[in-house]
Structures are given as C-alpha cells and as structure tokens.
C-alpha cells in the first residue's frame, strides 16, 4: 500500500509524529472501522477517524435525525430533521475525505444480524443508546474475534473501555439487561459537550490501539465525571460463567 503525495500531504501532522510515521498512517489507511451509532458519541468519533483517514468507516444507524439530536449531534443541521442519520453521516465523512471509504448501512443492529454486519472489521466501535444492541454487538464481537470499543454518556457521566474477546462487554455489565431497550439519554439527559468529550477519547483509543501506541488499553473502564472534572480507570475482571467469553 502507498500513500500519494495528496495523502501525504493531507496527513502531514500526523506522519511527522515518531508514534505515526508513514507507516501508521498506512495502518489506519489499511484500518476497517465499523462505528455503530451516528449519535453523540459518533458525531466526535466519525468526524476524528474520518480525518484520521481510516481505509473503511461503516456507520450503522437506523435512526432518523430529530431536533432534539442536535445539542450533542454537530454531524447534523436543523435542515436535516427527518432524515437518516447513517446515510448524513456517511455524506459528512466524504466531504471531509474523499480518501475514506464510507459505508452508510441504515438498518438496527441486533442479534440477528450483528454478525453479519460486523464481518470484515478490524475494530467496532459502539456508541449505541441501549444494552440490547450492545450486548448483541459485543456477543458478535466475541465471536468474530474483533476488538470492541464501547462508549458511552448520560447526565455528567461518562464511560470508554475497549475489549478483546475476554472479557467482553458481558462480563462486564452481565446478562440482566438483554431485554432492556432503554434511551437512557432520553429519560435522564446528558450534557451534549460530554458526549463530544468521551467520543473524542474514544477515537485516539481507537486509533491508538489500530497503530499499536501505548500498552493496550483491553479490558479497562475509563470513567470521566464532567463534574467533578476527573477520569479514572477501573480494571474489568472475566466473569468466569460469561456466556458470551468463557
Ligand atoms: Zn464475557
């Protein structure tokens, strides 16, 4: 794989950075990210990967834009009400980069299809708003092998931990809540430059960890408090009766 001298050019900061080079900058182009989710997280994360020049971005979301979308949601303009999230989101990653490949899929993710979806990814990222996506993204995940990046926000709170098979995002928040479909954002709230804060934490964990900088963030909770203005980090511990990982 080579860079041309447009791309060169284009991602001049970053290959002057001794972490990144030209040859991580060939990793991320060589990178296929699937991002689920063109919500509040996925409006910090689409945008930075897009510029990052990830190879592939496919955005899954079933969901259409709504006025109150877009307090956390700049992917989105008021013009855009009513219509669907992937397909903006995948126009907005072209106009940004036209070296992206962006694959728009306007469907919901569940445990039907999640497999299937998620095929061919180097990386899933979930920004998704409910634990019966999440749990079948990362069962799918498990079984594909690919690491996962979860992330998520409500009110003033929010969390990013990145998964590599074991233990998985089950392990973690256990099997009560496959039935759940909450919107927790629209029950409780959430604090829209949160969900910028946490989806930008999550894009340069994901890119850290397709370039390999840094030790490997797998398996640990990062959890930032937009009160008190703090991060800290949790390690997950394997449930040893997962059904997902065990
Ligand atoms: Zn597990």
Known sequence: MRLS???LERYARHIVLPQVGGVGQKKLKAARVAVIGAGGIGSAVIPALAG???GRLTIIDDDEIELAN?????LFRERDSGHP???LAGQFVQRLNSFVDAAPLQVRIDAGNAEALLTGHDLVIDGSDNFATRLAVSDACVRLGAPLLSGAAVQFQGQVALFRSRPCYRCFVGDAFDAEDCDNCAELGVLGALT???????ALLAINAILGIGEDAAGKLHL???EKLAWRMIVIPADPACKACA
């Open 5 to 7: 001298d447009a791309e």
């Open 52 to 54: 990052a020049g990830m």
């Open 70 to 74: 877009l307090h956390r949601q700049p």
């Open 85 to 87: 999230k992937a397909e």
């Open 196 to 202: 910028a804060t946490i989806g930008s934490f999550a």
């Open 224 to 226: 930032f408090d937009g």
